[in-house]
Each structure stands twice: as structure tokens, then as C-alpha cells.
């Protein structure tokens, strides 16, 4: 870009306050239920807003809603951008899909290896953003996920493989990018490798320098060289790496510039994750967090929740650079570089190629269909055929993190299954089911001929194996994994195995496209 784009960006810098300036660094949530409307005054000061699932309603809802940020936002702002953006991920966290197709994520796109499959799920997705108008997505999540009991992860990531996570996280930036909108690689430097889940508890990672640049690091470099436009950092501390002085690599500048900055050389946009999240509130005073992530060498601070909070970590920024803490020509730069992210929102919506609203359902049917893989079928019991009985036992989804809304929608593979003539009873059970549950599930199969068992991550609720086990010794079993692929290793070797790793809608309606008879 030449710099002709940067002269009215350092003019409009000069006349700005230190307050404002501080302010154009932050990135706030809406006040729950608080009309922005009632907002005005705060939205016209801050940089950005980050939309949540509280945000969303119905369709017209949510398009006033976004419409009222917007204008709110705008009347102080003299034309500039607005930064809006959203965790739009897909699959276990889905914004829109009471309105809007449902579509499977990071994992289930990523079994059968295509990164293909990636780059439409990032055009589907962005395609969706563009109509709404919301030109940042705080996706792709590109954590390796090396702990397979990780609890935040999981079905976010595209994997295990440090490469393969790469190949689709670049796929998947260019299909945002192909339908216009802004993208952000998260959670740097990697969230994958850790056990704890950082909306609670701030998570320790042992990896070195060394390890991180051989794996985790791997499809941030990916990013970068596919322009990603922000990078977002964990709030994860790293002890066997002393160069972080104990410090959250959020608020460390040993991760944020010297690694990300210099080393790596990246040129865009930083931001932390939420600091509202347990790993930061938790942990540092507010005034403490907004010195020390600016310190670190963030352009941009997310806080979603609390205005009391939010201002006082915009007091803390101010403060520090009053002390000499903090040199003010950092903020200045922080700034370029936000107004020329803002910038490349209009030149993507400008280029913007995003699918018509009417092709989404077949595509969203197109990208469940090509991940549903069958890892094995010993007994033959596919396809489902009109003259079997069949009873389908799945957990009763509950919300395994925050940053997870598949719960709230009901499994609809049952119903799905009925649509296809197939005689099918879904009976629901506990995530973890106990021995009298195991029970009561054995004399419920004796009526029926197959049994279907949905497993949402049973590598961890481990009594869904036991139940497996059990049903494999008296019944022909066809096991989907709904959620985690490491179910499929764990599970009987006698058993048939689907793997979905999605409860979404259309990887429901896939599985019964793709896998019941049909006499045509």
C-alpha cells in the first residue's frame, strides 16, 4: 500500500487528545441489554466494538442492532471506519444460526485433509458477515491441538498437525478475504498444548522457544505470509521461557515484540484476547493490565464486559504515558496501524466477492458433506435401511467453555433420520452417564435392532465408553463422533465409526443425505 494512505491518518492523529488517542486503542463489548442508542456517547470514543451471542436476536434484530452501533458510532467520528468485529468461528461457536445456516467448523472441515474445504468455509462465513455488515472476524483459531483433553480448544482447531493447521488457516483467511471481510489469527503464540481453560484460570504452558518455533508457531508464520490482518494473543504463561518474566504472553513484550514484532515481522495489527477473561481480571488490577499490555506492544486492548473495568484500564494507559512509562510516538504508531487496518476494510468491501444469500444452504450442505468421513463399517450397517429399527443415544450437549454455543441447539439427527423413512427413537443421556444410566440404556436397546451412539468427547467423559463397550457385546453399534475426533481410537474395535466432529444442522442433514438407503 503506498503511503499516500498514511497522511491524513498522521494528521488526524495530531489532533487527537491522549485520552482519545488511548481510547481508538480499545475495543469494548455492549452493555448487556443496553440499547446502543444509550451507548452513543461511549461508542463514538472507543475504537471498536466487539458483537457477542447476548447481541444477537433475530434477523431484523440483530441488523438494527449492528445498523444503531454503527450510526451511533459514526456521529463523532467524522467518516472513519468503525472497527466491528465478532468471534464468528463456525461449528461450536455459531452467532447466527438461528437465522442463518448452521454450518460445521475448524475440525470437522479439516478430516478429510482438503484445505479446499477451509476456503469455502471462510468464504461461507464471510459471505454471512458481509450481508450483516461486521467487517473483522476474530478467526481463524490457530491452535495446533497437541492436548487432546484441552478443554477450550478442542473441535476449534483445525488439528493436530502443525502443518496441516497452516495449510487451512491460510485457506481459510483468503475465503474471509474473498468475501470482503478482516481477519484475525488467534490465539498466539498457541492454545493448543495447555489443560486450562484461560476464561477461568490463567494456564501454564512448559514449551520453550525452541518448541513453539517447530510447531505451534508454524501457522502464525502461515498467517502472516497470507496477510493475515490482526493477530490476537493468549493469556497463557510460559515459565521455560524466562524472557517473559513470569507475564502472561498477553502482556509480555517479550512475546508481542520481540517474537511477533521483530523475530516473526509482522507488521499488522496486535490485540489481546478479552481482559475481562479470568486469566487477566483475575490475576492484575485493571490500571495494571492497560499499562502493561501497551507496554507489551499491543496496538489494540479487547475488554467486553464491564464499562467501571474498561475505564479503568484506558486510565492506566493514560497514567503510564503521563509517567514516562510509556512514549507517546507507540501510541502514535499503534494508531497508523489501526487506521490502516480500518482503511483495508473499505478497499476488501470494495473487491468483495461474497456468495448470494440463496447459494448458502447448498454450500453450507456442500461443506458438511465433504467432511463427514466413515472410518470403518465392519458390520455393514451402512447405508440405514427403511426395515431396521434403530434407537440413536447422544448426550445432552452441555457448554464445555464460554467461547461455545453449540449446546443451545437441539441435535435434530433423529428427526433428519425420520424425514428418510428411517425408524429411529433418539434417547437422550448425561455427558457423563453413570452405571444405573447404563443400565436403564442396556434394557432400552433390547427392542431394537442397531444402536446409534452419539459421542460428544468421550475421551473425556469416559462413562460414554463404558456404555459403548457394553452395547458392542449385545448389539451391532454405529458409533458418530459428534464432537473430539480421539473418541474413534477409544471406542470398540467391533463398532462402525463416523466421524462428524459437529452437532450443527447441516452436518445432520448430511449424514442422512449421504447415508440411508434410498431406492433411486
Not at 501457522?219 to 504463561?237: C, G, K, N, T, W
Request: proline share 6%.
Amino acid at each position: 500500500m503506498t503511503n499516500h494512505h498514511f497522511e491524513p491518518i498522521i494528521m488526524s492523529i495530531s489532533n487527537l487528545s491522549l485520552e482519545e488517542k488511548v481510547a481508538e486503542m480499545c475495543v469494548l463489548g455492549l452493555a448487556k441489554q443496553t440499547p446502543p442508542s444509550e451507548d452513543k456517547s461511549r461508542l463514538g470514543q472507543i475504537g471498536g466494538v466487539g458483537i457477542f451471542p447476548h447481541d444477537i436476536g433475530s434477523y431484523a434484530y440483530t441488523k438494527k442492532l449492528l445498523q444503531e452501533v454503527r450510526e451511533a458510532a459514526g456521529q463523532n467520528r467524522g467518516g472513519v471506519p468503525f472497527y466491528m468485529s465478532i468471534d464468528e468461528e463456525a461449528g461450536s461457536l455459531s452467532n447466527f444460526k438461528e437465522f442463518f445456516p448452521y454450518i460445521p467448523g475448524n475440525r470437522a472441515v479439516a478430516l478429510r485433509e482438503d484445505p479446499q474445504a477451509a476456503y469455502a468455509l471462510g468464504r461461507l462465513v464471510g459471505s454471512q458477515l458481509h450481508e450483516l455488515g461486521i467487517p473483522m472476524n476474530w478467526a481463524p483459531v490457530l491452535d495446533v491441538n497437541t492436548n487432546i483433553d484441552n478443554p477450550v480448544i478442542g473441535v476449534r482447531a483445525f488439528g493436530e498437525d502443525p502443518q496441516l493447521v497452516a495449510a487451512f488457516g491460510e485457506a481459510y483467511i483468503q475465503g474471509l478475504h474473498s468475501a470482503g471481510i478482516a481477519s484475525t489469527a488467534k490465539h498466539f503464540p498457541g492454545h493448543g498444548q495447555v489443560s486450562g481453560d484461560s476464561h477461568y484460570v490463567l494456564p501454564e504452558c512448559e514449551l520453550t522457544v525452541e518448541d513453539l518455533l517447530t510447531g505451534p508457531l508454524i501457522p502464525f508464520q502461515r498467517a502472516i505470509e497470507a496477510q493475515v490482518d490482526s493477530i490476537m494473543l493468549a493469556h497463557l504463561i510460559f515459565p521455560n521461557i524466562p524472557e517473559s518474566e513470569g507475564l502472561p504472553a498477553s502482556l509480555s513484550k517479550y512475546f508481542v515484540t520481540n517474537l511477533l514484532r521483530e523475530q516473526l515481522g509482522y507488521e499488522g495489527v496486535i490485540c489481546t484476547d478479552d481482559v475481562e477473561m479470568g486469566a487477566i481480571k483475575n490475576n492484575f488490577e485493571p490500571e495494571e493490565v492497560g499499562r502493561l499490555a501497551i507496554q507489551a506492544g499491543n496496538d489494540m486492548i479487547l475488554m467486553c464486559h464491564t464499562p467501571d473495568f474498561q475505564q479503568r484500564v484506558m486510565n492506566g494507559i493514560v497514567q503510564a504515558v503521563r509517567a514516562g512509562e510509556i512514549a507517546e510516538s507507540q501510541i502514535d504508531a499503534s494508531l497508523v496501524r489501526i487506521e490502516r487496518l480500518k482503511n483495508n476494510f473499505g478497499l476488501y468491501r470494495e473487491k468483495a466477492q461474497p456468495l448470494p444469500m440463496e447459494t448458502w444452504e447448498a454450500e453450507a450442505l456442500a461443506i458438511a458433506k465433504a467432511t463427514i468421513v466413515v472410518e470403518r463399517d465392519p458390520a455393514a450397517l451402512l447405508p440405514l435401511s427403511p426395515s431396521t429399527k434403530y434407537v440413536l443415544l447422544v448426550p445432552r450437549q452441555e457448554q464445555l467453555t464460554i467461547a461455545d454455543n453449540a449446546a443451545v441447539s437441539e441435535l435434530i439427527l433423529g428427526a433428519k433420520l425420520q424425514e428418510r423413512n428411517i425408524h429411529v427413537k433418539t434417547v437422550y443421556t448425561s455427558m457423563q452417564p453413570s452405571e444405573d444410566e447404563i443400565e436403564a440404556m442396556m434394557a432400552e436397546i433390547t427392542r431394537y435392532d442397531v444402536v446409534m451412539l452419539g459421542t460428544i468427547n468421550a475421551h473425556i467423559y469416559e462413562g460414554q465408553l463404558q456404555l459403548a463397550r457394553r452395547i458392542a457385546k449385545t448389539k451391532p453399534l454405529l458409533a458418530i463422533v459428534l464432537r473430539n475426533p480421539y473418541d474413534a481410537a477409544l471406542l470398540p474395535q467391533e463398532a462402525s465409526k463416523v466421524l462428524m466432529c459437529s452437532t450443527s444442522d447441516y452436518a445432520m442433514r448430511a449424514f442422512a443425505e449421504l447415508h440411508c438407503w434410498s431406492p433411486n
